[in-house]
Every structure is written in C-alpha cells, then in structure tokens.
C-alpha cells in the first residue's frame, strides 16, 4: 500500500520551507442554503439562491430528485470542488420532474 499526500497537506507539512494553506481548506465553515422547489419538470431552471466569493461547492441533493446539475445565472456548468470567484446565483437542474422538493446546496466557505 502507497502513501499519498494530499496537495495541502504536502504544502503546510512536507515542503520545506512550509506553505500555509488557505484557511477554508484547514478550518473554513460548511454552510447550507436550501429552498422548496413546488413544482418543476427535468431540465428546468430552479435558483435556490446566491453563494459567496471564494466559496467551494461541496454537495447538491434534493429530498425528491437525487441528481441535479448545477449553473450559474448566466446557464454556465458549476461542478462540484468549483472555488467560484465571484458571488454567484446557483441554478439547479433536476434529473427528473419534481414535487415538493427541498433542494440543499452546500459549500464551505473561509
């Protein structure tokens, strides 16, 4: 079995002289933002709300649909470990049509 360091952990740990890493990858707070979506049908647009500058998007699920894609306002992809540079509105795509869903964004922020 291998050893493997993680790019972090090398820089704060191994690399002489040491690097700190940022703060949001040593200690930074996971939020949530999650809203209801009523109703919508597969591959329409649903804006569950706005994400801070230099956030890391962690995680989207629903309670009702399981798999969404995610986007910006302007319809540009979002993917998951996306540290985004400016505030943006995340858009979430459902898989299949939907009822009463709560969606759940999470990320982790400095």
């Given at each position: ?35 209801t979506i009523t109703a919508a049908n597969a591959s329409d647009e649903c804006f ?31 993917a998951i470990g996306d540290v985004l540079a400016v505030e943006t509105v995340v ?20």
């Open positions: 079995m291998a050893i493997v360091y993680g790019d972090g952990f090398t820089q704060a740990y191994i690399t002489e002289p040491n690097n700190q890493v940022g703060g949001g990858q040593s200690h930074g707070t996971i939020h949530v933002i999650w809203d569950i709300g706005k994400v801070p500058a230099g956030s890391v998007l962690l995680e989207v699920s629903g309670t009702d649909v399981s798999t969404y894609t995610l986007e910006d306002d302007a319809g540009n992809a979002l858009v979430a795509v459902p898989s299949g049509a939907l009822a009463n869903d709560k969606v759940f964004i999470k990320y982790l922020q400095d």
